[in-house]
């Protein structure tokens, strides 16, 4: 399937000329990608609400970063993390009524991410490209405000794998989504001593 959040990683179309940029998908393929991804379905799934703080890591494109500045509202903020700079530079600015968008492009192995700060931290398709996902997810979980919790979103053969390094990194289940036809969505919380 085509991403339009993604960059290289997803991208199966016929690769542009050397140097050209990617064709912009049809109004067609938008919609086939939307209803694979059901972006309407997993937002309503993350329950936010409006002054939230929400990390996007592994935004891409942006293709879910707009829709959580407009969940959280203006008094919120939303940080969307890449290791792309070119797909980072890529994400449009948030529009009226909509929180802040602040773009940082972040090391492989580091969220980049202020400490005790987020009420939510979303990884939609992202995991699976994590360096050591057990270390990472333990990292996220110290970004995590008093009651945040961790948002993983991907395909089902990323589950098991995922639910794995989370308890590694000593984070629990709170509760899971079945909403989304083509992924997974858990959200995660850190387990008390
Ligand atoms: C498949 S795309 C998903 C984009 C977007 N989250 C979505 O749902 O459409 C994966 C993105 O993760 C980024 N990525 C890969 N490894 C990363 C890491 N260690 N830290 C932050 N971003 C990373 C890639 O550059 C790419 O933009």
């Keep these: 399937m085509i991403g339009f959040g993604a960059t290289a990683c997803e991208q199966s179309k016929a690769a ?9 998908p049809t109004a ?6 939307d209803r694979y991804r059901r972006p309407e379905l997993l937002l309503a799934a993350l329950e ?24 959280v509202g203006a008094g919120g903020k939303v940080v969307a993390t890449d290791i792309d700079a070119a797909a980072l530079a890529a994400i449009a600015p948030a529009g009226p009524g909509a929180a802040p968008v ?13 400490p005790a700060s987020y009420d939510l931290i979303l990884l939609a398709e992202v995991d699976h490209l994590l360096p050591e996902r057990a270390a990472y997810l333990r990292r996220l979980a110290s970004a995590l405000a008093p009651g945040g919790r961790i948002a993983v979103s991907n395909r089902p053969l990323y589950r098991a794998p995922l639910l794995e ?8 289940v709170a509760s899971e989504s079945r909403a989304l036809p083509a992924h997974f969505l858990v959200l995660l919380t850190p ?3």
């Design 16 to 24: 542009p000329a050397a140097g050209a940029a990617p064709a912009p």
């Design 102 to 114: 602040e773009t940082r492009l972040v090391q492989p192995a580091d969220p980049g991410l202020e």
């Design 28 to 33: 067609a393929e938008r919609e086939q990608y």
């Design 191 to 193: 387990e008390t001593p």
């Design 165 to 172: 390094a989370a308890g590694r990194a000593g984070l629990g």
């Design 48 to 71: 936010l609400r409006p002054g939230a703080v929400v990390a996007d890591v592994g935004a891409g494109r942006g293709y879910l970063t707009q829709r959580l500045a407009l969940a």
